[in-house]
Nanobody, 125 residues
C-alpha cells in the first residue's frame, strides 16, 4: 500500500528557514516523480517543485525559485524541501504527491495519484 508522510512543518519568522521531509513506502520510490504541492488558506493547490528521480534535475515554481531546494535520497525513500528566506505568502499546507504520467493522444498527461496528509508551514512574526 502506497504511503507518503510529510514532516518538518512549523511556525517560523519571515526570513527564516525550514526543512520538510516526505517519507515514501509501498512503491519503488526511485522510479517515480514525487512533487511538492502547497495550499494556502482559502486558495487552490499550487505546484511548488519536483526532482527527476534519475537525473536529479530540479524544477520549481517561479514563486519559490532561488529560495527553495528539493533533494531526494532514493536509498532511504525520502524527499526533502529546503525552504529559505521564507515569506508570509509561503504560509500553506505542504503536501508531497506521487506523479503518474501517461502518454495519450500524442502528449504526456500527468496526474497525482497518492498524497500525504500534509504538514503546515506558517510564516509570521
Amino acid at each position: 500500500q502506497v504511503h507518503l508522510v510529510e514532516s518538518g512543518g512549523g511556525l517560523v519568522q519571515p526570513g527564516g528557514s525550514l526543512r520538510l521531509s516526505c517519507g515514501a513506502s509501498g512503491f519503488t520510490f526511485s522510479s517515480y516523480w514525487v512533487s511538492w504541492v502547497r495550499q494556502a488558506p482559502g486558495k487552490g493547490l499550487e505546484w511548488v517543485g519536483e526532482m527527476n528521480p534519475v537525473s536529479k534535475l530540479t524544477y520549481y515554481a517561479d514563486s519559490v525559485k532561488g529560495r527553495f531546494a528539493i533533494s531526494r535520497d532514493n536509498a532511504k525513500n525520502m524527499l526533502y524541501l529546503e525552504m529559505n528566506s521564507l515569506k508570509p505568502e509561503d504560509t500553506a499546507l505542504y503536501y508531497c504527491a506521487r506523479k503518474e504520467s501517461e502518454y495519450s493522444g500524442g502528449s504526456w498527461l500527468d496526474r497525482y495519484d497518492y498524497w500525504g496528509q500534509g504538514t503546515q508551514v506558517t510564516v509570521s512574526s
